[in-house]
């Protein structure tokens, strides 16, 4: 049974990706964030008209980049990407849930949109106020809110992507 | 020796005696979920604490957990964010909290959500003989008494590798749930506050419009 929910959701969003993000011309966030800190998200994800609860652990740092982390209702890890400051992205872990591609095509995108203070025009995130944001693609729309957030200086190996293989 | 000496010494400075592991559990168990079925309902207050290698804090959520009858469940994060999960043996509804508005999910394979509520159940009415096809149980008591599952399937094992169910030695609070998984990173369910035998409020466990938690709390005399 387990198996079969797997695979049905692996299939599920594989099909996903390889659908392309639609234009877009939503109004774009304006939200500032700590440069160093660490952010809780509470987000829901609906699919295909199904919905699923994530919590998301966003590390930043104002050198090492930012590192978002998705577990699901019982805290497993189903997603966990580092964008370094130069903008390029590192999967270091994913799940049946969330492969390698989905997260860095769509994960990594959402974070940026939201957190990474200047948007490009093909962000389709709408700031409905300062701790609640929506993503709408064509094919998902991301319901997210910003719980709690705690400023200061994070680890840096949260930062490093060489510590992937240590996962 | 030195290591030995530097063993002893913890043992000795915790206090508690070390766990021993338990040869023929059956008797064991049998005596837990003899005790556990002369409840009906149990409600508990729970920290929930994600472990995970590179944070130096443990990401913490709070909530409470109510059990009743035969096979109901209301697991409800209480913070930092609001949500609400409700299970029986037929179904199970999600409720989550979005600017002062309750919302109900439309689930996306619930079966699977509706399975692992009912094991919870399961594990806290101490029927532990109906989660043998799923799981490997052992037992080890001392000063606590732990009770670990190691899932049977392989598929399951490769993200979680057990649960332990920690309880005091006679059963008579269950004190954390740890799940373990193969990376060395685990959550952690502790648990406080544990009442047995209350009765709970109608709309508790309903599934279209559950009652307010704090109007549960407070009907049956534990508001905070």
Redesign the interface.
């Known amino acids: 049974m387990h198996r079969n929910f797997l695979v049905l959701l692996l299939v599920w969003f594989a099909a996903g990706c390889v659908t392309p993000p639609p234009p877009v011309n939503a109004p774009r966030p304006v939200a500032s964030f700590q440069p160093d800190g660490l952010v809780t998200q509470r987000a829901v994800l609906t699919a295909r008209g199904r919905q699923f609860a994530l919590n998301g652990y966003l590390a930043q740092s104002a050198t090492g980049g930012r590192r978002l982390i998705l577990t699901e209702v019982f805290g497993h890890v189903v997603a966990d990407v580092l964008v370094k400051p130069d903008g390029t992205v590192h999967v270091m872990r994913s799940s049946r849930l969330f492969h390698p591609a989905w997260i860095e095509r769509y994960v990594a995108a959402d974070m940026q949109c939201i957190f990474g203070g200047a948007p490009d025009a093909a962000c389709p995130v709408q700031m409905l106020s300062a701790t609640h944001f929506v993503v709408e693609r064509r094919w998902y729309k991301l319901d997210l809110q910003i719980v709690e957030t705690q400023p200061g200086p994070q680890p840096t190996e949260l930062f490093d992507e060489a510590q992937k293989a240590k996962l | 020796m030195v290591a030995l000496t530097m063993a002893l010494a913890a043992v000795v400075m915790a206090g508690d005696p070390p766990l021993r592991p338990v040869a023929d559990p059956r008797p064991i168990l049998q005596d837990l979920q003899r005790k556990m079925s002369s409840f009906d309902s149990v409600y508990l207050e729970f920290t929930?604490e994600?472990d995970?290698?590179?944070?130096?804090e443990p990401?913490r959520s709070e909530g409470v957990m109510l059990i009743g009858r035969p096979d109901q469940i209301r697991w409800e994060t209480t913070g930092?964010?609001q949500?609400i999960?409700l299970g029986d043996h037929q179904s199970v509804a999600?409720f989550?909290r979005?600017?002062g508005v309750w919302k109900k999910?439309?689930?996306?394979?619930p079966?699977?959500?509706r399975?692992?509520m009912q094991q919870m159940v399961q594990m806290n009415q101490g029927k532990l003989d109906a989660l043998t096809s799923d799981y490997t149980i052992s037992v080890a008591t001392g000063s606590l008494a732990v009770v670990t599952l190691v899932p049977k399937?392989e598929?399951?094992r490769a993200?979680?590798s057990s649960i332990e169910v920690k309880m005091l030695p006679d059963f008579s609070a269950t004190r954390e749930v740890v799940?373990n998984?193969p990376?060395g990173?685990f959550?952690r369910i502790i648990f406080r506050r544990e009442m047995r035998g209350v009765k709970f409020p109608p709309g508790t466990f309903d599934q279209t419009t559950p009652r307010d938690i704090a109007a549960v709390k407070a009907d049956f005399g534990n508001a905070p």
């Open positions: 929930q994600r995970l290698k590179l944070f130096a990401l930092p964010f949500s999960l999600q989550e979005t600017d999910l439309k689930l996306g394979f079966q699977m959500l399975r692992v399937d598929t399951v993200m979680l799940m998984e990376s990173e959550t």
